[in-house]
């Protein structure tokens, strides 16, 4: 994403309650005319869990507004952290009917019984086995893919002669040149790529060996001169060329690309990771939560929303409506995928504090 930590928001001021009403449901061609939607006069609202920034505006251009045009149904957009939506849960008092979050804060809440079932047996805009298996849960399922990938500056390695995955990134040697890399404080540390570095293949990185991810990057430590905690610093370095490599989110590698800056992205190992869809249990609008999301994961929505943002669809038939331009920029895109590979979120909530704790002492140690 642009940036992990920009899942943090406050709490807005509690929504309009939903006005249950009789309803009646007609077939005929909405708005977008691509299938039977819900017809009604008032068909109510979904609150949907908003990130703010380009992501939202473009949520709202290719989700947001045509969902409201096929459905009659509105969205309202509300601010909130994950640990905001427990505690809604926790009091019964909750405001939010669709949580839009990052794998690893989503699980978390599934695991305390935070998330209602995904009605895939109910959904018509969408094929559930078209969604990419691994990203389809019982109680969340997977809206879009996010990579870290390995960004470098053109002017001073030429594309072609360019270092490609982790093995290179760590040889200053044959590619010298500072360094930057994730901090613990952006979300997680890169003990993948310490271990990929270290020779463990990526169909073998779980569960991370973290002793020996830790003797990695002890390796390349020192040829790091910024361990950044959000995305703005990440491309802030790479821009100023305070440093001229860098893992950094595809995102944020992206806009700098289209800006017209010196930097390029190698596919090669970038670590995937998904911004998922789930339903708050207690949630007052249910129902049309999973209408929202069974409309969402279409292939054509998903295929749009690549047009306003570099975050690859979950859905395998959505490149069938993704534009030439764009289909390069995601890191979903079946010519990178095979060669990537996906975070385990179970294995980082499982182990989020302790790797925390040791990074704290290990990157504040010379």
């Not at 009604?40 to 251009?61: C, H, I, N, P, S």
């Not at 802030?236 to 930097?263: C, F, S, T, Y």
């Not at 182990?351 to 002492?361: A, D, E, I, Y």
Request: charged residues 20%; aromatic residues 10%; neutral net charge.
């Amino acid at each position: 994403m642009n940036k992990k930590s920009d899942q943090l928001f406050s709490v807005a001021p509690s929504r309009r309650s939903f006005l249950k009403s009789a309803a009646v449901f007609g077939v005929g061609a909405g708005a977008s005319g691509l299938y039977a939607p819900y017809v009604r006069a008032d068909a109510g609202q979904v609150v949907v869990r908003g990130l703010g920034g380009a992501y939202e505006a473009a949520m709202t251009k290719a989700i947001y507004e045509p969902f409201t045009a096929e459905t009659g149904i509105k969205v309202a957009v509300q601010p909130a952290t994950a640990a905001q939506v427990r505690a809604m849960v926790e009091a019964r008092q909750v405001r939010i009917d669709v949580v839009d979050l990052v794998d690893v804060a989503l699980m978390s809440l599934d695991r305390i019984g935070a998330l209602q079932s995904i009605a895939y047996d109910k959904m018509t805009f969408t094929k559930p086995d078209d969604i990419q298996a691994t990203v389809r849960r019982p109680n969340m399922v997977g809206n879009l893919y996010f990579a870290t990938v390995l960004a470098y500056n053109t002017e001073v390695f030429a594309t072609g002669s360019h270092p490609r995955g982790w093995q290179e990134f760590w040889d200053v040697q044959k590619f010298p040149g500072a360094r930057t890399l994730a901090d613990q404080k952006s979300g997680a540390a890169e003990l993948e790529f310490a271990l990929l570095a270290d020779g463990v293949a990526k169909d073998a990185l779980y569960p991370l060996d973290i002793d020996r991810a830790f003797a990695s990057l002890d390796k390349i430590k020192s040829s790091v001169v910024k361990w950044w905690d959000t995305g703005a610093v990440s491309a802030q370095m790479l821009e100023l060329k305070e440093a001229v490599i860098g893992g950094i989110w595809n995102g944020r590698a992206q806009a700098l690309i289209d800006n017209g800056a010196p930097i390029a992205i190698d596919w090669t190992e970038a670590k995937q990771q998904v911004q998922y869809w789930g339903v708050v249990k207690g949630a007052a609008n249910s129902e049309n939560a999973q209408r929202f999301i069974d409309f969402a994961l279409q292939p054509e929505v998903q295929g749009k929303l690549t047009q306003f943002i570099a975050y690859g669809p979950s859905n395998t038939k959505a490149f069938d409506h993704v534009r030439k331009e764009d289909l390069a920029k995601l890191p979903s895109n079946p010519e990178f995928f095979p060669k990537t590979f996906e975070q385990s979120p179970e294995w980082w909530t499982d182990n989020l504090s302790t790797v925390g704790s040791r990074w704290q002492s290990w990157v504040l140690s010379k």
